[in-house]
């Protein structure tokens, strides 16, 4: 059913859109970078990894980073603009256990794409994104709910762009990432644990520094507080989850 589903808003929405113009032009950035993520398990490095950067938006498709969606409905007006959109992006938490000492005998909890339904409002430079999102490989039956709220201003050469991000995620995803099985209890050191579902609670801001026209350098940094119900979990070694992304970009029309 959730395949129907999705067929159905992509063949509607590539005819209920209204076509683009062909003057009208596009914009596109791209971009590399160097993305680093620390791991809140015990025993388990941080990530980091290159990371191609690309943002783009026609009133059909977007890509924003490494989340990519297409929207199905929608409206853009001068000083408002809002659409409902399905969207996908990498769901980095997880470890592998595989050669790791103090983790033998745990399960691995697998990285996977989230997906789902999306919807943003934009107001001048304010936005607001509400996302749920599940498990489209069918690794584990997880969800969350995200909102997100942000804002743009210039300080200088340096444009900011802010965020305050706010996720439910659901009692399966907490335990998945975060709890130690009956199985996994009786043959490790580790404690039968169950937490239950709550709230992660997060801090970004994307910083933007123009070197020419086109060619610019944009940084990331972010902050993320795991669910309090998992803040005595046995696997970690950290409550707190940071990450960061430096690049460099470049912007065109076409």
């Known amino acids: 059913m959730r395949h129907i589903t999705i067929l159905f808003f992509l ?3 590539l005819y209920a859109q209204e076509p683009i113009k062909e ?3 596009q914009k596109l950035t791209i971009g590399l970078g160097i993305y680093g993520q620390t791991q809140p398990y015990k025993a388990i490095n941080p990530i980091i990894v290159p990371s191609p950067v690309i943002f783009f938006d ?4 977007y890509i924003r980073w490494s989340r990519a969606g297409m929207y199905f409905l929608g409206d853009k007006g001068k000083d408002v603009s809002w659409g409902f959109s399905l969207t996908a992006q990498p769901r980095t938490f997880g ?4 050669g790791i000492t103090d983790l033998v005998g745990l399960n691995s909890r697998k990285t996977t794409i989230e997906g789902g339904l999306a919807f943003s409002v934009l107001y001048h430079k304010t936005s607001i994104e509400v996302m749920l999102l599940t498990d489209l490989l069918k690794k584990y039956d997880t969800w969350l709910v995200k909102t997100e709220i942000g804002d743009e201003f210039a ?3 340096f444009t900011f762009y802010p965020s305050l991000i ?5 009692d399966a995803f907490v335990n998945y990432y975060y709890g130690i099985t009956q ?4 043959r490790t050191h580790f404690n039968f644990f169950k937490p239950r579902g709550g709230f992660q609670v997060g801090a970004q801001t994307f910083i933007n520094y123009d070197i020419t026209d086109s060619i610019a350098v944009l940084v990331n940094a972010r902050v993320d507080s795991i669910p309090k119900s ?4 046995p696997l970690l070694k950290d409550t707190l989850i940071y990450s960061g992304l430096l690049s460099l970009i470049y912007t065109f029309e076409y």
């Open 11 to 13: 063949f509607w929405s």
């Open 23 to 25: 003057e009208q032009k």
């Open 58 to 61: 026609n009133g059909l498709f």
């Open 95 to 98: 470890y592998e256990t595989k």
């Open 155 to 157: 300080l200088g050469d």
């Open 166 to 170: 706010m996720s439910y995620q659901s």
């Open 183 to 186: 199985e996994e209890s009786q």
């Open 230 to 233: 998992a803040h005595v979990s």
